[in-house]
Nanobody
Framework: QVQLVESGGGLVQPGGSLKLSCAVS????????MAWYRQAPGKQREVVAT???????SYEDSVKGRFTISRDNAKKMVHLQMNSLKPEDTAVYYC???????????WGQGTQVTVSS
């Protein structure tokens, strides 16, 4: 069973930055399209950013120009650099396979991001 371990969340002031990381426990990591998702209180989980096997990226409109997704196939990790954070970015962030392309693995515990002054 593949395990997903997200890290890097925390409390940050508006305008601040955080870098999230996700370790993926499969040797086949490089063949999967990956994504970051987030779930705010009382809302459904939504996709934030995706990255293909070749490194092509896409972003949800509200994070374009602020967030950057990347992957390290050698380390089997996916990252999310988040800049110019806003209170509306507050959520639990998860990584998983891109559910448009693949069935998701069991979800990890996520990492809490709180943007507040």
């Amino acid at each position: 069973q593949v395990q997903l371990v997200e890290s890097g969340g925390g409390l940050v002031q508006p305008g601040g930055s955080l870098k999230l990381s996700c370790a993926v426990s499969t040797t086949m990591f490089r063949i999967y399209y990956m994504a970051w998702y987030r779930q705010a209180p009382g809302k459904q989980r939504e996709v934030v950013a995706t990255i293909s096997t070749g490194g092509s990226t896409s972003y949800e409109d509200s994070v374009k120009g602020r967030f950057t997704i990347s992957r390290d196939n050698a380390k089997k990790m996916v990252h999310l650099q988040m800049n110019s954070l806003k209170p509306e970015d507050t959520a639990v962030y998860y990584c998983n396979r891109n559910t448009v392309r693949h069935t998701p693995w069991d979800w990890g515990q996520g990492t809490q991001v709180t943007v507040s002054s």
